[in-house]
Nanobody, 128 residues
Framework: QVQLVESGGGLVQAGDSLRVSCAASGGSVMSYGMGWFRQAPGKEREFVAAITWSAGNTCYADSVKGRFTISRDSAKNSVYLQMNALKPEDTAVYYC?????????????????????WGQGTQVTVSS
């Protein structure tokens, strides 16, 4: 049974840093593409960052490039999103997701419908 459990969200001020974590079970994070998405109130879920299963290549949404970093830890079977220089517009629920094996060969993937396992989300609120 696949489970993804996010943690580490909270309330921070603009300019602060925060790291959110995703603990995985039911499969190694090294064997699947993994991604982070976010959803703000009244908006659609949007891609934030992803990491490929083999080489660990990463890709980011333009809005977070240079500020956010996705990484993974095989020993802890976890994926992380380090967020620096946070802005109020980064406020959202952040979700961890696992890429379907069907799309494993497609490289770094930011399409939500290509992910078939999702966590419950963790709230990140950035005050101005």
């Amino acid at each position: 049974q696949v489970q993804l459990v996010e943690s580490g969200g909270g309330l921070v001020q603009a300019g602060d840093s925060l790291r959110v974590s995703c603990a995985a079970s039911g499969g190694s994070v090294m064997s699947y593409g993994m991604g982070w998405f976010r959803q703000a109130p009244g908006k659609e879920r949007e891609f934030v960052a992803a990491i490929t299963w083999s080489a660990g290549n990463t890709c980011y949404a333009d809005s977070v490039k240079g500020r956010f970093t996705i990484s993974r830890d095989s020993a802890k079977n976890s994926v992380y999103l380090q967020m620096n220089a946070l802005k109020p517009e980064d406020t959202a629920v952040y979700y961890c997701a696992r890429l379907s094996v069907y799309y494993r060969g497609d490289g770094c993937d930011g399409r939500p419908n290509h992910y078939n396992y999702w966590g419950q989300g963790t709230q990140v609120t950035v005050s101005s």
